[in-house]
């Protein structure tokens, strides 16, 4: 079967770094989107990896290994405004995204 | 209007009812989707449609139709929906399946409870 596995939730410190782990078992892989929503909204595109390696965006950056299955979203300088649920995804070798249940970032001042 | 827009933001309907749900997109897009979202749970995919083709349809009860009369419009119609099927229904569109990175930009969706 197929399988995104990210933590439930996570809570952080105003200012701080923080890494947001994401592993997956997939039928094929062709590529690892992040996306951010916030409470009662629509989910917004982060970020995109297809080869292995980091992609910075400013204050965020996705990291990829695909012979691990494994990628982060690394957020630095946290702001309250970040406190959100960040969502893994997976397109597979029909293209279709498949999710992770997300992981909920609370951040304390 | 620009991005995805959704209409109703929220439903309540009844087991017996009968609803749809309208989505339409203001980004020249090829793609659109039809996403269910239940709390702590992935996003399930329902139906894709790609150059107003269905491409997709993940096992969804025949209580959920769709219909894409264009490459800019997405409708769910609903009928004998379940208490179960009570959820945030999202609708996503992007440029064209198997291009690029071919993100997908979300509606804000619609809040459905069914009593």
């Known amino acids: 079967g197929q399988n995104i596995d990210q933590p439930t939730e996570m809570t952080a410190t105003e200012g701080a770094i923080v890494q947001i782990n994401c592993t997956y078992q997939?039928?094929?892989?062709?590529?690892l989107f992040w996306y951010q929503q916030h409470a009662g909204e629509a989910p917004t595109f982060l970020s995109y990896?297809?080869l292995d390696g980091l992609e910075e965006k400013g204050r965020f950056s996705s990291f990829l290994s695909r012979s691990k299955g494994y990628s982060y979203l690394l957020l630095k300088e946290l702001q309250m405004k970040d406190s959100a649920s960040y969502l893994c995804a997976v397109r597979d070798s029909n293209y279709q995204l498949i999710w992770g249940a997300g992981t909920k970032l609370i951040i304390k001042p | 209007e620009t991005g995805v827009t959704q209409t109703p933001r929220h439903l309540v309907m009844g087991m017996t009812n009968k609803k749809s749900l309208k989505c339409e997109q203001h980004l020249g897009h090829n793609a659109m989707y039809w996403y269910k979202q239940s709390a702590k749970k992935p996003l399930e995919l329902m139906f894709v449609?790609?150059?107003?083709?269905?491409?997709e349809n993940n096992s969804v009860p025949s209580r959920f139709s769709p219909e894409c009369p264009n490459s800019s419009h997405l409708f769910l119609h609903l009928h004998t929906l379940q208490p179960e099927d009570s959820a945030l229904y999202l609708c996503?569109?992007?440029?064209?399946?198997?291009?690029?990175?071919?993100?997908?930009?979300f509606g804000p969706g619609t809040r459905l409870t069914v009593t």
């Open positions: 996503a569109s992007s440029p064209e399946i198997g291009t690029g990175s071919d993100e997908q930009y």
């Open positions: 990896n297809v």
């Open positions: 997939t039928s094929g892989f062709n590529g």
């Open positions: 449609y790609n150059f107003k083709e269905q491409t």
